[in-house]
């Protein structure tokens, strides 16, 4: 179970037992379901003369590790939007967003990330609040990344470009 202890309907303890395939939280008292919503967060890839734009983390998970540019959706936010929201935060550079490189997620995490090519359009680069900094970096020579799942972003991304 996540942190929840009480039903949101009744206020009654949860109890967790098979429902539906597999184990979650009930009511002990109402019998209520809860189902948990996977969160969704959206990145960027934003290529500048061959180098990849990435951040340092400058909050967790991975804390001074790297990362390409995203964050998490607000409820009723178009995931393209937030995804190019997430780069003006985090680096200063507007951009267009492009095609969907893809949908990435493991099994027992509750993040669901969209990850889309992007183009520069405005802006200039200048780590934000959440980064520590900001740089382009060769495809051949990044630095340790925050999530296992950012180089196989990287490498949809390069199949995408023609560059397999």
Not at 51 to 79: A, C, F, I, K, T
Request: charged content about 25%; proline content about 7%; hydrophobic content about 40%.
């Amino acid at each position: 179970m996540d942190n929840d202890r009480f039903c949101p309907a009744c206020a009654a303890p949860l109890v967790e037992r098979e429902e539906a395939g597999r184990m979650r939280p009930v009511c002990s008292k109402c019998g209520k379901i809860v189902f948990y919503d996977p969160k969704v967060a959206a990145t960027c890839v934003v290529e500048r003369e061959g180098r990849v734009l990435l951040v340092r983390r400058g909050n967790q998970p991975g804390y001074g590790l790297w990362s390409m540019p995203g964050g998490y959706v607000d409820r009723g936010e178009v995931v393209e939007e937030a995804a190019a929201r997430e780069v003006v935060e985090e680096t200063g550079l507007v951009v267009e967003v492009g095609r969907l490189v893809g949908l990435f997620s493991e099994s027992g995490h509750p993040v669901v990330v969209a990850a889309f090519s992007a183009t520069e359009t405005g802006g200039a680069l200048e780590a934000g609040p959440e980064a520590l900094e900001v740089g382009f970096f060769d495809l051949d020579g990044l630095p340790e990344m925050a999530f296992p799942r950012d180089p196989l972003i990287l490498r949809r991304w390069r199949e995408m470009q023609g560059g397999g």
